[in-house]
């Protein structure tokens, strides 16, 4: 049986990016920071020797990454951080985004319920958050995520509306497989090819890979 591989980042290199990042302000401790550290560039690249592994993790936004971590955590400093740095700009990507104002709050609100962790299960807190992998900046994560919950939100009142307008005509049917999604109208496209076009080419990529995961 072969011997198990070694994490190609190492201990001394991690602890430093530990302390430049600011993590313990946020409740995390070296060793939650490098298994963090870890687990991503294992995601991202497996195969790197220690020195390319140093390079990708440095390269990472770290101060957002353990902001992110933190809240995820449920540590009160770093969510009062977040509330502080994007729930206006979070607003504001809602409205740019529905172009109404009872809907945006309604949008937004419901990603701070999911980014905060309100939702459990066996007790313990699940946050969107923990998807944010720091390959971007976490606003433009935050916007790809919020786009995506708007398509969402609208394929599956399309859905509803569909099955209701059925229902009163008095369609008898039977739903052997899901209904395929609704393809977005053209306001439903414009209004998140244009949030997503202002973030940089970078932060469109890793947000919508990430976002695919939370």
């Known amino acids: 049986m072969p011997a198990p591989t070694q994490p190609a980042l190492g201990d001394e290199q991690a602890f430093a990016l530990h302390e430049r990042c600011g993590a313990a302000a946020y409740g995390l401790d070296r060793e939650q920071f490098v298994a963090i550290l870890r687990d991503i560039q294992s995601k991202y ?15 990472l936004r770290l101060e957002e990454l353990v902001l992110a971590r933190g809240c995820a955590a449920g540590n009160e400093r770093a969510w009062q951080d977040f509330i502080s740095r994007y729930r206006n700009k979070l607003h504001a990507m809602a409205l740019h985004i529905t172009r109404d104002a009872a809907h945006a709050a309604e949008l937004a609100d419901s990603l701070f319920a999911d980014l905060y962790g309100v939702n459990t299960r066996d007790g313990v807190r699940h946050s969107k958050l923990v998807f944010y992998t720091a390959r971007g900046s976490l606003e433009g994560w935050l916007r790809t995520v919020m786009a995506q919950e708007f398509i969402n939100r609208y394929r599956k009142q399309k859905r509803v509306v569909s099955l209701d307008e059925q229902e009163e005509e008095g369609t008898q049917f039977v739903a052997l497989n899901p209904p395929p999604a609704a393809s977005p109208d053209g306001r439903l496209e414009t209004a998140t090819d244009e949030a997503l076009g202002e973030l940089s080419a970078e932060d469109r990529f890793a947000g919508a890979v990430d976002a695919r995961s939370a």
Do not use: K, R, T, V
């Open 45 to 59: 690249l497996p195969l790197a020797s220690p020195n390319e592994a140093a390079d990708f993790c440095g390269a």
